[in-house]
């Protein structure tokens, strides 16, 4: 089920069987884009193997995946007993680390899912400079994430999620008084980011945030 695209000369892909791969850091997957990988190793096979590391003192060798979770459940889905992968070599929490950089890397991801993976660094002891040069934001972008998830803002976390704010406008919210949330929200309107439905939402949930 792999396709003929080529892998790097220094970089050995082997079938590793799929029982022996234990996410690590597993993810909510939206339903349809993982139909959509499915559908597509089903008709041209797999176009990037994923990459695991070794788990040490396990007989038979059992491994850690570092990223690769879609691709692995959608092999699992088609009931594929083996899959291609990159053997690494790196403990468990270099391959947690990776994995949380690898998603918050990712060129489409939920702001939901970034907010939770800078906290999960930021607990695993990274600073908010050594977070922002692994996943290509500045230290600031970093800092003011972490602090909507510190002040405890569900609300406004869950806006998010549900696509009705976008992520600065919620950070901008949480740092702020009602007087400033509300000239916040007249600037989103003015700039055309947020309007109509989503503009009256975010209205009604600033009433019950107070």
């Known amino acids: 089920m792999m396709s003929d695209e080529p892998i790097a000369p ?17 993810r909510a997957r939206n339903r349809r884009n993982f139909e959509e990988i499915v559908e597509s190793i089903a008709q041209v096979g797999l176009k990037r193997p994923i990459t695991i ?20 459940e959608a092999f699992g889905e088609l009931k594929q007993s083996h899959i291609p992968a990159i053997i690494i070599y790196a403990d468990e929490q270099d391959c947690l680390v990776m994995s949380l ?8 991801h939920r702001a939901i899912d970034l907010m939770r993976d800078i906290g999960s660094l930021r607990q695993r002891g990274y600073n908010d400079r050594q977070i922002g040069e692994k996943i290509g ?4 972008y970093v800092n003011m994430i972490a602090g909507l998830l510190e002040r405890g803002e569900e609300r406004l976390v869950s806006a ?15 740092r702020t008084d009602d007087d ?5 929200l007249t600037e989103a309107y003015i700039e055309k980011k947020l309007r109509g439905k989503k503009l009256a939402a975010v209205r009604r949930l600033l009433q019950r945030r107070k």
């Open 10 to 26: 220094n970089r050995q892909v082997t079938l590793i069987p799929m029982e022996r791969i234990r996410i690590l850091n597993p």
């Open 53 to 72: 590391s070794r788990r040490p003192g396990t007989d038979p060798v059992e491994y850690d995946l570092v990223c690769g979770q879609g691709r692995l």
């Open 101 to 108: 950089v690898e998603n918050c890397a990712r060129r489409q």
């Open 137 to 140: 934001v500045t230290p600031e």
């Open 160 to 174: 998010v999620e549900s696509g009705m704010m976008p992520l600065y406008l919620a950070v901008q919210i949480a």
């Open 180 to 184: 400033g949330a509300q000239r916040a």
